[in-house]
C-alpha cells in the first residue's frame, strides 16, 4: 500500500462533497455528472446550466495545474480497450440513470436505495474486470 | 447566478478530481485491482466527498428550497429495475477497463491526448445509443 495517499484523498474528496452540494444547495439539482452532459448535448430544455457545469469540470483540473507546480497524470492509449472502455461507460451510465457521482455520492449521501444497489453493482463488475482482465 | 453556480460545483468538483488525483485512470486502477499493489485511495476520496454531501444534504432540506430555485428537483424512485442493475453493471465493465468513469475522463480531457478524447467520443455515442434503444425496465 504504498502508492496510497490519504492527505490529497480527503482534501480532493471533500472538493468533491462541496461541488455537488453546492450545486443541490443553489440549484436544487443532483449533480450527477453523466446525466448533466449527456443532457447538455441532447436535450434542448435547461441546456444553459448544464453547459455551465461542464465548462467548470473542463476548467477544473487546469486551475490546480496552474496551483500546484508538479501537477502531472497519466492518461490512456487510443486502443481498442479504451474505445470499448467509452461505449460502455456512456451506455451503462444511460441505461443505469448515473455514475460514480450521482448514484455512489449525491444518491448515497441521500440513503437512495436505488443508488446503494447501483453503486454495488458497478464497483463489483469494476473490481472484476480491473482485477482479471 | 444559475449559471456562475453551476460553472462553480463542475470546478469544484473537478478541481477535487484532480487533487484527489482521481483523475489518473491508473490510480483508479490501483483501487479497483485487487490482485497488484492495493491502493485504497479512492475509498477515502468517496468517504470524504459522502460525509460532506450526507451533512450538507440533510441541513439543505431542512431550509425547504434551494437559494436559486424554486424547489429541489431529485429522484423520487425508489424500487430497483433491470435497466438500473444491468446498466450499472455495464458501466463497472467499462470502467474497469480503462480506469475512467464519466467525471474524470471529461476533467482531463482539455490537458490529455487522443486516448481521453477517443474515450469521451464513445462514451457519448453510448449516451446517443442508449437514448434511442432505452432497455426494458
Redesign the interface.
Known amino acids: 500500500?504504498?502508492?496510497?495517499?490519504?492527505i490529497?484523498?480527503?482534501?480532493?474528496?471533500?472538493?468533491?462533497?462541496?461541488?455537488?452540494?453546492?450545486?443541490?444547495?443553489?440549484?436544487?439539482?443532483?449533480?450527477g455528472?453523466?446525466g448533466i452532459?449527456?443532457q447538455a448535448?441532447?436535450q434542448r430544455d435547461g441546456r444553459?446550466?448544464?453547459l455551465?457545469?461542464?465548462?467548470?469540470?473542463?476548467?477544473?483540473?487546469?486551475?490546480?495545474?496552474l496551483a500546484?507546480s508538479d501537477?502531472s497524470?497519466?492518461?490512456?492509449?487510443?486502443?481498442s480497450?479504451?474505445?470499448?472502455?467509452?461505449?460502455?461507460?456512456?451506455?451503462?451510465?444511460?441505461?443505469?440513470?448515473g455514475?460514480?457521482?450521482g448514484?455512489?455520492?449525491?444518491?448515497?449521501?441521500?440513503f437512495?436505495?436505488?443508488s446503494i444497489?447501483?453503486?454495488m453493482?458497478?464497483?463489483?463488475?469494476?473490481?472484476?474486470?480491473?482485477?482479471?482482465? | 447566478m444559475q449559471l456562475f453556480f453551476a460553472l462553480l460545483s463542475g470546478l469544484l468538483i473537478s478541481a477535487g478530481i484532480a487533487v484527489s488525483k482521481m483523475i489518473d485512470p491508473q490510480k483508479v486502477l490501483g483501487f479497483l485491482d485487487l490482485t497488484g499493489n492495493w491502493d485504497p485511495s479512492l475509498a477515502l476520496v468517496m468517504a470524504a466527498a459522502l460525509v460532506v454531501y450526507t451533512i450538507g444534504y440533510k441541513l439543505s432540506l431542512k431550509k425547504g428550497a434551494p437559494l436559486l430555485s424554486t424547489g429541489f428537483a431529485l429522484p423520487s424512485k425508489q424500487q430497483l429495475d433491470r435497466s438500473l442493475l444491468i446498466g450499472a453493471a455495464i458501466f463497472g465493465v467499462g470502467w474497469g477497463l480503462a480506469g475512467y468513469c464519466p467525471g474524470p475522463a471529461i476533467a482531463a480531457l482539455p490537458a490529455a491526448g487522443s486516448g481521453t478524447a477517443g474515450f469521451v467520443a464513445m462514451m457519448i455515442i453510448g449516451w446517443f445509443i442508449a437514448g434511442k434503444v432505452p432497455l426494458k425496465k
Open positions: 500500500m504504498d502508492n496510497f495517499t490519504p490529497s484523498a480527503l482534501v480532493g474528496g471533500s472538493l468533491i462533497g462541496l461541488g455537488t452540494l453546492l450545486l443541490l444547495v443553489t440549484l436544487g439539482r443532483i449533480a455528472i453523466s452532459a449527456s448535448l441532447f444553459s446550466w448544464r455551465a457545469f461542464v465548462a467548470g469540470l473542463l476548467l477544473g483540473p487546469l486551475l490546480v495545474g500546484i501537477f497524470f497519466s492518461t490512456p492509449d487510443l486502443n480497450r479504451t474505445l470499448i472502455a467509452g461505449l460502455l461507460v456512456g451506455l451503462g451510465t444511460a441505461w443505469g440513470s455514475c460514480t457521482s448514484h455512489g455520492i449525491c444518491g448515497i449521501g441521500r437512495s436505495p436505488r444497489a447501483a453503486t453493482m458497478f464497483m463489483a463488475t469494476g473490481v472484476v474486470v480491473a482485477s482479471f482482465f
